[in-house]
């Protein structure tokens, strides 16, 4: 909306607009409009300024008062705002007369300046054009202009008005200033200046005066004549709220400069300006200084003090009263209570002293410092006046109960703090700091608060009450607790040590009992490692002194029946000598101590002076003598419980001695008992070479005993560094249980069995220690001893003394106990004897020799590293349960000396370790009694003397012989004819203290008196436990498929010894080092001939898994048993003969002789001999593998050529070779014969037909390196012979395509190489297991190959498996239909069937025409797929 304006005339007309009217005269103005938004403006403004003055003057004001002006303000800014939208509306309601009116005055305007154009131009020209005239030429200008470009002829009058003067120099403000300076000071030399206004300072000509907390003014002259009045420059008013004033100024500006203009006409006005400008000035300080004490006073109400303080009267710029300490309001006492006053005026009789403070009941003249404090109000601050008034009233309060302790106790020491008001009292003297008991004042309240550091609250609440009723019964609540505080002294004091404290202890005879007769202030500190045992304190009150205790100390053991959960019952209550602590520190200290005199904890008695309590960190609360006491017990007790129990045992000690300057206790034997089991040589020398044993506590716990024994003349020098003194020191640490009482029997039984293990491991050592001149240099070179500390041997023995064997007596199990292990380089490795630890555990506890053990260490660890490398992990797929795992080789140690290697559950072969760097091998099928038995489960392997005799060494005395024909006895009964007469047999019944397996070794069953054993034949061990439980072996070996033997000792088997250092085991030649042992001489030796059942089947014997077969010949005849009559064990009588073989010696009995280099290559994987390597299969594994597997798959042929219909057996006269046929091929199929590693496929065809050469030689080379080839697998086998049933046509194809298998590289144009996959492999699509023959001849031909892809750079090749499926009818060659799963195989898989396809349609197949290889061959050549992708 424009703005308007009401014309002469009245009408609106816009604001600049002309009028028509003439202009008004000057008496009579003509009203002028107003903006509308000027107008809004001004009223928020006006608004706004309301509100700010309201929010900085409530605060101070009374609640009523701020409401009344809350309303009012309210009710003025309603209707202001009321007219204002009564004008808006008019206003926009007014359009049309606007418009109206501005038409109107816009003509009038025209109208008005037409006429008066008129009249001015008729006026011009008859008044002033009648004598005017042209000036004339401006020459001199105009030549100044054209010439210089610059008009320098203006009057000088214009310079005069528009430019200002320059402004004076610094100098001369600074003379002005000065001289007005001295003005200034003649002023107030010659003015009557009041007193208050004497802080004043002259400076750029201006005085400032200033009243400290009221007001500052600055003023001037403005000449030099002293009749010009002061001019007031600047007023302050130093007036601060600075508790409820949150830093703002208490008066306002538009306040400020209202007393300004009042002070400036007083000092215009006045006579005596100054003395009116103060008096003005300090009257409004002093009313607005009790505003603010009156406003704090409200707040402290409100926030902070509550009730606690009242305001009694309040007249603005008169007085303010107030009362605290109000009795009747804080509910204590009612009636007349005396209520406490503080009053803050001004002075009527004189205005200018500052406010005045008086107190009502007056203050005491307790202190002047808190008399002055408290009549100054300064600070402007009412709660500090408060504060300042009620501490000095607090100070009054503590003093009188000060007096009445005074009054009680003439030596009393309790003090008053005034910082805050508190009376420090010492309760139990010498007494610290913050065990006094504090009672301050409340200042709020007045009352009295005692405070007492780990008292409980429910307590101080008593005494509160107690005191504010009554300060006189303070004395008795003093005396209370003196004794809790002489008690927590004591818990204090033995808090570091193993106790429990208690008041109260019930005893089932405590009325009975003097326990019950002690006062009742007394303290029972149970010894927790010594729960039988207490420390009792009792205390007294000292005579003639209120703040003193006196102690009793005594011991307490108490009993408590075993079984029973009843109370304690008390037994015996014994005094300890008084001063005992000063006793024992005089004692040290060379002084004596007056006998029969008490020790006090108090100090000494009258002390002239009273001391103040010790600050806190001092030792004054610390009982030394307690803590003495507890400590002393708690480090003997068990010292002397032990000798106790030495006593009880008989063994003589000295007692119990102190050592080391007093500091520790030990009890030395002076004689230990001699063990059970020694000899007496051992026992006599084991006490020549103990020179002392002694027993002492160690830790903290004290239960943690050390047993040190000092030996001299140790039987053994190692080579540790720690054992080259003469004198060896053993430390024997012992655990105390907790359920046992410290030093008890338990310790000592310990003791004696860690004596008993070092005597047992002592009289071995003797033995060593004897041996040791006589032992041969290459043991001497092979071991060393590492360390022998009475406790354990440690022999570390091999040609880099890498391996160790520990030697210690048991003393749970009775036994001695070995432990293998490696040091050195080799730490971390495993010890190659662990398979034979329990062997070689057995043996040494039956003979404890050391030599003997090394002499075994030495001559099995060669070959037991080779042993080691044999593969042991199950495998999979090994025969035609394809799910079914067998472990390739069991190692069953029978004796330290004897392993026995199972190989797939089928062969055995016998290794027996000897001296000489020598081994015996044979076949373990054979029995160890009679060579024409065989062992049950087990099959002889043929071939295997010739085999090891190509490992013999020719320098060996061995000869190499023809060994054919004994290699290859007549099959034993074969397995279906076993599994027939199974059924019958009974199940086989526990041998009573063998365990729930039976043993598994028996004598020939007519072992008859003339029937002289074979001179092959070696006295052996039964099998020992395979995987003892606490044997390492067992964590280190794979599981046997055996079950557990019992040990040789437990068949009362020995061995005899030509010498000190020969093996344990009998000779097998006559350049063996070791005796022959006939049956007949045995019976002398051993106590019996183990007296073995020969089990069935594992899966008809009880405790044995099936498939596990026994490892020896069947059940003897009980008759002719030398241990019938005492066994247990019930034989059979329906058991089928044994099967017995033709009535010789068969050569695979006799043992072959082989070094240990000869071993290592026998069992070290390497590649196979006499095959290309090029066409070799990728599984290493060794010689001995080899022909066993050679021989398994050999056996696995025969089954499998009665079972094929396509296949025919031909007898052969020659041994160990297996001749068939087929419809168009003759094979024949044996071991290589110059390795005996390899089976061989010798191919013949029936007549001249389509066969080449090389067709056949690559048949035969197939069958050796991958079908009879490791991993020996039953089903790669099966499927072979199946494809050589096939028709020629569809074998020819299948022999092309394993031509390219075989050799690869003749085919370059390829893409991919091939591999025919006999049996299913595990990525092949989910037909059938993996495993399963992938051979299947029907009407149709399904077989699987994998395709690899060629790749020139070096990268991980893509391979497929591609199922083919061949139709004989049709000839037609297609990938399988089998479902895949993979989304990138099914993609391979649809490119395959499509390449098939295309060439099924492009090369129809003609009658009598086999596709697969052209198929196969079209594949290899077109089969593309992405590198990156994997199928």
């Known amino acids: ?571 015996l209550l014994q005094q300890f000598k008084p001063n005992l602590e000063e006793l024992v520190q005089d004692l040290s200290s060379g002084r004596m101590v007056r006998p029969g005199t008490k020790r006090k904890l108090s100090g000494e008695q009258g002390a002239t002076e009273p001391k103040k309590p010790k600050r806190s960190g001092e030792m004054c609360a610390f009982n030394k003598e307690l803590a003495h006491l507890v400590a002393m017990c708690d480090t003997n007790m068990p010292l002397i419980g032990l000798r106790c129990e030495l006593s009880n045992m008989e063994i003589p000690h000295q007692g119990v001695q102190v050592e080391g300057d007093g500091c520790s206790h030990a009890i030395r034997l002076l004689r230990v008992p001699p063990s059970k089991g020694v000899g007496e040589e051992t026992r006599k020398a084991l006490d020549r070479s103990l020179l002392d044993c002694t027993f002492r506590l160690q830790g903290r716990n004290n239960r943690t005993w050390v047993a040190e024994l000092v030996f001299a003349s140790c039987p053994l020098n190692s080579t540790s560094s720690k054992e080259q003194a003469s004198t060896r020191h053993v430390y024997l640490t012992y655990e105390n249980p907790l359920s046992e009482p410290v030093g008890g029997r338990k310790v000592v039984e310990m003791f004696l069995n860690d004596w008993n293990s070092i005597s047992q491991l002592y009289e071995c050592v003797l033995e060593f220690s004897r041996a040791l001149p006589e032992m041969p240099s290459y043991l001497s070179l092979f071991s060393e001893i590492r360390l022998y500390n009475y406790r354990k041997l440690v022999l570390c023995y091999g040609n880099t003394k890498g391996s160790s064997v520990t030697i210690q007596w048991n003393s749970v199990t009775q036994r001695f106990h070995l432990a293998l292990g490696t040091v050195g380089p080799n730490s971390g490795c495993s010890n190659c004897h662990n398979i034979i630890l329990h062997q070689l555990q057995e043996m040494f506890n039956k003979t404890p020799s050391v030599v003997q053990l090394l002499q075994v260490l030495s001559d099995t660890q060669a070959p037991l590293n080779a042993i080691n490398k044999l593969p042991t992990v199950p495998m999979l797929g090994l025969t035609q349960r394809t799910n079914t795992a067998y472990q390739c080789f069991s190692i069953l140690p029978q004796s330290p000396t004897h392993i026995r290697l199972a190989f797939r559950n089928m062969y055995c072969i016998d290794i027996y370790c000897r001296s000489r760097g020598v081994v015996a091998i044979r076949d373990g099928a054979y029995s160890l009694f009679d060579n024409t038995k065989i062992v049950e489960g087990f099959y002889p392997a043929p071939g295997l003397k010739t085999f090891l005799n190509m490992f013999v060494d020719s320098n060996q005395d061995a000869r190499r012989r023809s060994v054919n024909e004994d290699d290859n006895p007549p099959s034993p009964v074969g397995v279906d004819v076993m599994d027939t007469l199974m059924p019958h047999i009974p199940a086989q019944p526990t041998i009573r203290g063998q365990g729930v397996y039976p043993p598994l070794t028996s004598p020939p069953t007519p072992y008859h008196g003339n029937v002289a054993p074979s001179p092959s034949m070696m006295p052996t061990q039964s099998p020992g436990n395979i995987h003892a439980a606490n044997s390492p072996s067992g964590a280190l070996r794979a599981p046997s498929p055996f079950g557990p033997t019992p040990s040789p000792s437990s068949l009362g088997i020995s061995m005899g010894q030509t010498s000190n250092f020969a093996s344990p085991h009998g000779a097998l030649d006559p350049s063996s080092p070791y005796p022959m042992v006939s049956p007949s001489q045995r019976t002398g030796t051993w106590p019996g001939s183990p007296q073995v059942s020969g089990p069935s089947p594992g899966a008809r014997i009880h405790g044995m898994s099936p498939g596990n077969p026994s490892l020896h010949s069947p059940i003897p005849d009980a008759s002719h048993s030398p241990r019938a009559g005492t066994s247990s064990q019930v034989m059979p009588t329906s058991m089928p003969p044994p099967r017995k073989l033709p009535q010789r010696s068969w050569a695979a009995s006799i043992p072959t002789i082989l070094t240990h280099n000869a071993l290592h290559v026998l069992l070290l994987p390497s590649p196979t001999m006499c095959v290309v390597p090029g066409i070799a299969g990728s599984y290493l594994c060794s010689p001995l593998e080899r022909f066993l597997g050679s021989v398994i798959m050999r056996r696995h042929l025969q089954r499998i050529i009665q079972l094929e219909p396509n296949l025919t057996i031909v007898n052969s006269s020659e041994p160990g070779v297996i001749m068939f046929k087929t419809e168009v091929l003759k094979c024949r199929v044996a071991l290589n014969p110059k390795s005996y590693q390899t089976l061989q496929l010798k191919v013949t065809p029936e007549n001249a037909g389509p066969w080449s050469q090389e067709e056949l030689q690559v048949l035969e080379k197939f069958f050796e390196t991958r079908v009879a080839g490791p991993p020996f697998k039953y089903n790669t086998l099966n499927a072979f012979t199946k494809l050589l049933g096939a028709p020629t046509n569809i074998l020819r194809d299948c022999v092309r395509i394993m031509k390219l298998e075989l050799f690869p590289d003749q085919a370059a144009q390829l893409k991919w190489n091939v591999q025919f996959c006999l049996t299913i492999p595990p990525s092949a699509p989910p037909i059938a297991p993996p495993g399963t023959i992938a051979v299947v001849l029907k009407t149709k031909m399904l077989f699987f190959l994998q395709l690899t892809q060629r790749l020139p750079v070096p990268q991980e090749p893509i391979s497929i498996i591609v199922p083919i499926v061949y139709d004989m009818a049709t000839g037609l060659t297609q990938q399988a239909d089998i479902p895949r799963q993979h989304s990138s195989s099914g993609a391979a898989a649809l490119m395959v069937s499509s390449i098939l396809r295309r060439f099924n349609e492009h090369h129809p197949a003609r009658p009598g025409e086999c596709t697969i290889f052209a198929s196969v061959h079209e594949l290899m050549a077109n089969l593309t797929l992405n590198p990156g992708g994997r199928p």
């Not at 008729?122 to 030429?137: I, N």
């Not at 107190?359 to 008399?371: G, I």
């Not at 029972?524 to 703040?547: G, H």
């Open 1 to 571: 909306m424009a703005p308007v304006q009401i014309g002469s005339d009245g009408q609106l007309v816009p604001v600049g607009a002309p009028t028509s009217a003439p202009q008004p005269p000057p008496a009579a103005p003509a009203t002028q409009g107003v903006r509308l938004s000027v107008l809004i403006e001004f009223l928020l403004q006006r608004t706004y300024h309301e509100i700010t003055l309201l929010a900085e003057l409530l605060p101070r004001k009374t609640d009523m008062e701020r409401k009344i002006e809350i309303v009012q303000f309210a009710s003025r800014t309603r209707q202001l705002f009321v007219r204002l939208l009564a004008l808006v509306k008019w206003a926009s309601n007014a359009g049309k007369v606007e418009k109206c009116a501005m038409i109107s005055a816009f003509l009038d305007q025209q109208a008005f300046l037409f006429v008066d154009t008129a009249d001015r131009l008729a006026s011009l020209a008859r008044d002033a054009l009648v004598h005017a005239r042209l000036p004339s030429f401006a020459i001199p200008f105009a030549i100044d202009v054209l010439t210089t470009g610059s008009y320098p002829r203006l009057p000088t009058c214009i310079r005069d008005k528009i430019i200002p003067p320059d402004p004076i120099t610094k100098a001369e403000k600074q003379t002005t200033l000065n001289q007005l300076n001295q003005i200034l000071r003649h002023r107030l030399v010659t003015t009557d200046l009041p007193p208050q206004l004497a802080n004043l300072t002259v400076a750029n000509g201006r005085v400032k005066f200033r009243v400290d907390g009221e007001f500052e003014a600055t003023l001037t002259v403005m000449g030099d004549d002293p009749d010009i009045p002061w001019r007031l420059l600047k007023l302050e008013i130093l007036v601060e709220d600075k508790e409820t004033g949150d830093g703002r100024a208490l008066v306002h500006s538009m306040q400020v400069n209202y007393i300004h203009e009042l002070v400036q006409s007083r000092l215009f006005a006045d006579e005596k300006p100054l003395q009116d400008m103060y008096n003005c000035l300090h009257s409004f300080c002093l009313s607005l200084q009790l505003e603010v004490l009156h406003s704090q006073t409200l707040m402290l109400i409100r926030e902070r003090w509550g009730d606690l303080v009242q305001v009694e009267r309040y007249l603005p710029a008169k007085c303010l009263t107030l009362a605290v300490w109000n009795q009747q309001v804080l509910g204590r006492k009612t009636g007349t209570a005396s209520v406490h006053k503080v009053s803050i005026k001004i002075d009527e009789t004189d205005g200018s002293k500052p406010l005045q403070i008086s107190h009502e009941p007056p203050l005491p003249a307790c202190d002047s410092k808190l008399m002055e404090r408290a009549m100054k109000i300064d600070h402007l601050s009412v709660e500090k006046l408060l504060i300042d008034s009620v501490h000095a009233r607090s100070h009054q309060k503590l003093q009188e109960l000060k007096a009445i302790l005074k009054s009680n106790n003439p030596s009393d020491n309790s003090f008053i703090e005034t910082a805050l008001p508190t009376l420090v009292i010492p309760i139990l003297e010498p007494c610290g700091r913050s065990e006094c008991l504090h009672i301050f004042v409340d200042l709020h309240s007045g009352m009295l608060q005692p405070m007492l550091y780990g008292i409980d609250q429910s307590m101080l609440d008593d005494i509160e009450k107690t005191i504010n009723d009554d300060m006189k019964r303070i004395i008795t609540w003093l005396q209370q607790l003196k004794f809790w505080l002489g008690e927590q002294r004591c818990r204090q004091s033995v808090k570091h040590l193993p106790t429990l404290c208690t008041d109260t202890l019930h005893l089932s005879n405590s009325t009975s009992h003097p326990v019950g007769n002690l006062s009742k202030h007394r303290l029972f500190i149970r010894l927790t490692r010594l729960p039988q045992y207490y420390i009792v304190v009792e205390m007294f009150d000292a005579a003639n002194s209120p703040t003193e205790l006196q102690y009793t100390y005594y011991f307490l053991s108490v009993s408590q029946l075993e079984g029973e959960d009843g109370l304690p019952c008390a037994q």
